[in-house]
């Protein structure tokens, strides 16, 4: 006791030293290796800025090419997982399934994995890239009860993904360049983000030397928490429950009311006290996918920004530097483009499946050390067993 520096929520300490993801919380700056997230979000696209995140720099239009083909060759998912897949009940959150089914990649491959080997880990990433599509498609059809669609190496990364979650059978959604568009970018903006609560599971979980699909299965175990990726399910919740502008008073009150246990979800970062840079961008797609689908007026959304407004002008919000996170928007668009509600933080760990990834390779690809934190005991001392 007392020998250990002391920090809950670990507020101070760096864990590991990392070149991927730059943060500075009190500018409202976020960069993937340099390059800023609000550049990224409309110039790059997904599988670029997964090429960034691995690689450390952007790809030549022939390594482009090369890693698009790697990861569309990667996408099909083993009749075993699909099969656990369907053994769920159909009412089961999507993230309870979607942590089993990346568990079960483990078994899957666990032969083929040298995690000591360069070559080995990269057909990792494009499996583990390539299949997160198509497994968060079929967790969705399996709640909904119909076939799972197969992927298409004709589609885009983000088209794909809504061809496998929207198609049935013979018969392509009707999917708009705006809605793919939109789709991509969200998960761009969820690529990475250094060394939040998920990531941090991944790598003590991958810091043992465990099989990575199962570190990364403990990642979307600690993303499914309201307090980090739930958020974006908990704040459509919140606006549907607030029903009306009306009652977007009573909601902030009970929000500063540290008597109801109750936040208001969408707000506020441990690391950003001025903006959330992803918020930013991802208020403008919001209000392009809603005006291309002719959804300006929707009530969500008008609650959203009152919401947003009141919020950013109360001492209490601003006092404490509270401001909308990237969840705040997110599920606005989602909801818009129809995926439902329970589904949204399956759409995070899709595009947060890189980051994992490339945080577990930056640890194993140099020297480590098992995690293993220590503590400060508050328990009895020591005292003899009872004679009997
Ligand atoms: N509503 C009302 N009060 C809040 C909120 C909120 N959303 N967030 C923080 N506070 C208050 C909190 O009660 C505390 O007050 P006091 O100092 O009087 O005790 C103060 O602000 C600091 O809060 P904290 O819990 O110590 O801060 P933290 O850095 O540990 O937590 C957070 C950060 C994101 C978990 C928290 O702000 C929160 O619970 N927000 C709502 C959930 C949410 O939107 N999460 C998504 C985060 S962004 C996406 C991701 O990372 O996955």
């Known amino acids: 006791n007392g020998f250990f520096t002391f920090d809950p929520g670990f507020m101070s ?64 998912v083993d009749p075993s997982v699909a099969n656990i897949i369907k053994s769920f009940k159909r009412e089961s959150h999507p993230m309870a399934i979607l942590c089993s089914a990346v568990a079960a990649l483990a078994a899957v491959y666990n032969d083929e994995i040298d995690i ?88 003590l979980s991958g810091s043992s030397g465990t099989n990575p699909f199962a570190a990364i299965a403990a990642g979307i175990s600690t993303l499914w928490g309201p307090a980090h990726g739930g958020a974006n399910e908990a704040v459509l919740k919140m606006l549907e429950e607030i029903g009306t502008v009306e009652n977007i008073e009573a909601c902030v009150a009970r929000a500063k009311d540290k008597t109801s246990g109750f936040r208001l979800m969408g707000f506020g970062h441990r690391v950003y006290k001025n903006f959330d840079p992803r918020a930013k961008v991802m208020k403008q797609t919001c209000d392009e996918v809603l005006a291309e689908l002719g959804l300006e007026n929707d009530p969500l959304l008008a609650i959203a920004k009152r919401l947003e407004q009141i919020a950013l002008e109360d001492p209490y919000f601003i006092s404490k530097k509270l401001y909308p996170n990237v969840d705040f928007y997110s599920g606005i668009i989602m909801k818009a483009i129809g995926i439902p509600t329970e589904m949204f933080t399956v759409i995070f760990a899709l595009g947060r499946a890189v980051g994992w990834y490339s945080h577990w390779n930056e640890m194993v690809s140099g020297p480590y050390k098992i995690g293993r934190p220590r503590q400060q005991y508050t328990g009895s001392p020591k005292r003899d067993y009872p004679n009997k």
């Open 116 to 203: 000591t080997d360069e070559a080995s880990r990269k057909l990792t990433a494009y499996r583990l890239i390539g299949q997160m599509p198509t497994l968060s498609a079929m967790v969705y059809k399996h709640s909904k009860g119909e076939e799972f669609i197969a992927p298409d190496d004709s589609l885009s990364y983000a088209e794909n993904y809504l061809n496998m979650t929207f198609g049935t059978a013979g018969k392509a959604p009707n999917v708009s360049k705006t809605i793919a568009k939109a789709m991509d970018r969200i998960f761009v903006l969820h690529a990475d983000h250094e060394q939040n609560a998920s990531t941090s599971t991944v790598r």
């Open 13 to 76: 300490t760096a864990s590991c030293e990392s070149s991927i993801t730059f943060i500075d919380g009190d500018e409202g700056v976020l960069l993937h290796r340099g390059y800023p997230i609000e550049q990224l979000a409309v110039s790059s696209d997904y599988l670029e800025t997964c090429y960034l995140l691995l690689n450390g720099e952007l790809p030549t239009p022939a390594q482009k090419e090369e890693f698009t083909a790697e990861i569309k060759k990667h996408s099909a």
